[in-house]
């Protein structure tokens, strides 16, 4: 129960000036702790008041944490963004949970279907330790800023279509897959396939789309590059965002189409915003 009630507190905000000058391995025993009580509920439960949301939302987490809850989640195929979501939907400050504690949380969501439906299983986990259904959503938000995405939605066609001309090579004017694609023209190529035109050039998509923060971003959103090559335009580059910080591009001669940081290295010394496609989504 202490446990239940330090991370209760801990995530509502009410600990978090205090958390901030404790050590590191105190939090991850704390936390792990909180988990072998069944501590989900509690993790779930200080969702459900919102806090912390936008801060987890614009968290961009280390490839060494990501691999800890892809592990977790790989029992039943659970996607691993909805693990992060729940452990960090407090503070983007909070330590990793343990692993084992992970997995049998990540069993829990499988064993209620999570890998067809993460919405119903984390609201049903909620439901059963009588927390609000609105816990479910929060924490599905969360987890888009991770990329996670529905099965089927036009988000998720559009970032399949993406990952696939991953290795086409990049090439100057190129729209197609065959013989190649520019970054912009990749951008118009794998949203005409799911039914949306958009103007040709960097710049023209720039001023084609609705102007988002970084913590707005959601997969399949547009991020845009400045002066990346001697042009009249501001805007020359664009990549399909895929969360969790990173995008998909066609990025410049001699190279390919792969992913990358959206927003450190070259192209974060380059980022000049980002975009959202309106209508149909």
Same mark, same amino acid.
């Given at each position: 129960?202490?446990?239940?009630?330090?991370?209760?507190?801990?995530?509502?905000?009410?600990?978090?000036?205090?958390?901030?000058?404790?050590?590191?391995?105190?939090?991850?025993?704390?936390?792990?702790?909180?988990?072998?009580?069944?501590?989900?509920? @509690?993790?779930?439960?200080?969702?459900?008041?919102?806090?912390?949301?936008?801060?987890?939302?614009?968290?961009?987490?280390?490839?060494?944490?990501?691999? *800890?809850?892809?592990?977790?989640?790989?029992?039943?195929?659970?996607? +691993?963004?909805?693990?992060?979501?729940?452990?960090?939907?407090? &503070?983007?400050?909070?330590?990793?949970? !343990?692993?084992?504690?992970? *997995?049998?949380?990540?069993? =829990?969501?499988?064993?209620?279907?999570?890998?067809? &439906?993460?919405?119903?299983?984390?609201?049903?986990?909620?439901? %059963?330790?009588?927390?609000?259904?609105?816990?479910? &959503?929060?924490?599905?938000?969360?987890?888009?800023?991770?990329?996670?995405?529905?099965?089927?939605?036009?988000?998720? %066609?559009?970032?399949?279509?993406?990952?696939?001309? $991953?290795?086409?090579?990049?090439? +100057?004017?190129?729209?197609?897959?065959?013989?190649?694609?520019?970054?912009?023209?990749?951008?118009? +190529?794998?949203?005409? %396939?799911?039914?949306? =035109?958009?103007?040709?050039?960097?710049? %023209?998509?720039?001023?084609?789309?609705?102007?988002?923060?970084?913590?707005?971003?959601?997969?399949? =959103?547009? $991020?845009?590059?400045?002066? $990346?090559?001697?042009?009249?335009?501001?805007?020359?580059?664009?990549?399909?965002?895929?969360?969790?910080?990173?995008?998909?591009? @066609?990025?410049?001669?001699? =190279?390919?189409?792969? !992913?990358?940081?959206?927003?450190?290295?070259? +192209?974060? !010394?380059?980022?000049?915003?980002?975009?959202?496609?309106?209508?149909?989504?």
């Amino acid at each position: 129960m202490m446990a239940r009630l330090f991370v209760s507190l801990f995530f509502s905000g009410l600990l978090r000036d205090a958390v901030k000058v404790v050590a590191g391995l105190v939090l991850a025993v704390a936390m792990a702790q909180a988990f072998a009580l069944a501590s989900l509920a @509690a993790l779930l439960g200080v969702g459900a008041s919102g806090s912390g949301v936008s801060r987890a939302s614009a968290a961009v987490i280390p490839p060494e944490q990501q691999a *800890v809850f892809e592990a977790a989640a790989s029992g039943c195929g659970l996607p +691993w963004q909805v693990l992060a979501a729940i452990t960090m939907a407090g &503070d983007t400050s909070t330590g990793m949970a !343990e692993p084992d504690a992970l *997995v049998r949380v990540a069993r =829990d969501l499988c064993d209620l279907g999570g890998r067809q &439906d993460p919405r119903h299983a984390v609201r049903e986990l909620a439901r %059963q330790y009588g927390l609000g259904v609105g816990v479910a &959503d929060q924490v599905l938000t969360i987890a888009t800023r991770y990329g996670y995405l529905a099965p089927g939605s036009r988000d998720a %066609q559009v970032l399949d279509l993406a990952r696939a001309q $991953t290795g086409i090579p990049y090439l +100057w004017g190129g729209a197609s897959p065959t013989p190649g694609f520019d970054c912009s023209g990749l951008v118009q +190529w794998v949203y005409r %396939q799911v039914g949306v =035109d958009l103007p040709r050039t960097a710049q %023209q998509q720039f001023d084609a789309t609705l102007r988002l923060t970084p913590d707005e971003l959601r997969p399949g =959103d547009l $991020t845009f590059y400045a002066r $990346t090559y001697p042009s009249l335009e501001p805007i020359t580059h664009v990549g399909i965002y895929l969360g969790n910080g990173r995008m998909i591009a @066609a990025p410049r001669e001699r =190279d390919v189409v792969g !992913e990358a940081p959206a927003f450190s290295g070259y +192209w974060g !010394e380059h980022y000049a915003g980002a975009g959202r496609i309106t209508g149909g989504r």
